[in-house]
């Protein structure tokens, strides 16, 4: 299909759509029918007509939310002058955008679990972070040439760094009224990654605003048990 402004308008339309339906009922039940109607689209089968199939549609929506993550992030580091502000304006940046963009996160969170590599086999956790772990650890290691980090494995740190967040879930545990203090100095608190259900039940009780997870549908259903302890503050 040829590429026009009048179909990169559409695809964006669709797209848009799409994350803001998936972000609400899950990927299972996001069909192209759900899709249309969100869209104000006249029939499915004008998405047929831009993607192929919803492998497809979803694989747009993968590469779109993490080139306008690579994007926030780039720009809050152009005015770094150090390797150390770059560092500190990479990790500012990319909890800002976790903040500010919660259908997004939400709707790649769902994904998450049916997105192909190239070769058609399953994302792991590891292959999906693969491409910001690489990027990380060069910028380790033009700080080391500086001479403003010391010598340490860029990768093994990068992998770190990358991973940091999902200790939020453990801290929550150590210390729950952190959320509060935080929420005191008007932030909210995301945690990444929360799998286990009294992790997601203690992140609810304690005003937690967003958790991604690889288990979504599960996720989605603890927090809709009507006998559980919650605030309801969690987004879905």
């Known amino acids: 299909m040829k590429r ?60 779109e939310v993490c080139t306008a993550g690579g994007e926030f992030v780039v720009d ?55 491409f910001s772990v690489r990027t990380l650890a060069d910028q380790l290691a033009e700080g080391q040439a500086a001479g403003e980090f010391r010598d340490f494995d860029t990768r093994a740190m990068a992998v770190l760094i990358r991973s940091a967040v999902d200790s939020a879930g453990r801290r929550l545990r150590e210390d729950p009224d952190f959320v ?10 995301y945690c990444w990654t929360v799998d286990d259900p009294a992790d997601i039940a203690l992140c609810d009780r304690a005003g937690v605003r967003f958790v991604a997870t690889n288990a979504p549908a599960r996720t989605r259903s603890h927090l809709a048990e009507p006998d559980l302890p919650r605030s309801g503050s969690v987004t879905q």
């Open 180 to 189: 509060a203090r935080a929420a005191e100095f008007d932030h909210d608190t």
């Open 4 to 63: 026009t402004f009048t179909n990169e308008q559409r695809r964006a339309q669709i797209v848009t759509a799409a994350i803001e339906t998936i972000a609400e009922l899950g990927y299972a039940k996001a069909s192209f029918a759900r899709i249309t109607e969100r869209a104000g689209l006249s029939s499915p089968r004008m998405i047929s007509y831009h993607f192929a199939d919803k492998d497809d549609l979803v694989q747009q929506i993968a590469t």
């Open 76 to 130: 809050r580091m152009r005015d770094a002058e150090t390797h150390l502000e770059r560092l500190r304006a990479y990790l500012e940046a990319n909890l800002e955008f976790l903040r500010d963009h919660p259908e997004r996160i939400a709707a790649l969170t769902e994904i998450g679990p049916h997105l192909r590599t190239a070769t058609g086999e399953p994302h792991t956790s590891t292959t999906a972070q693969d």
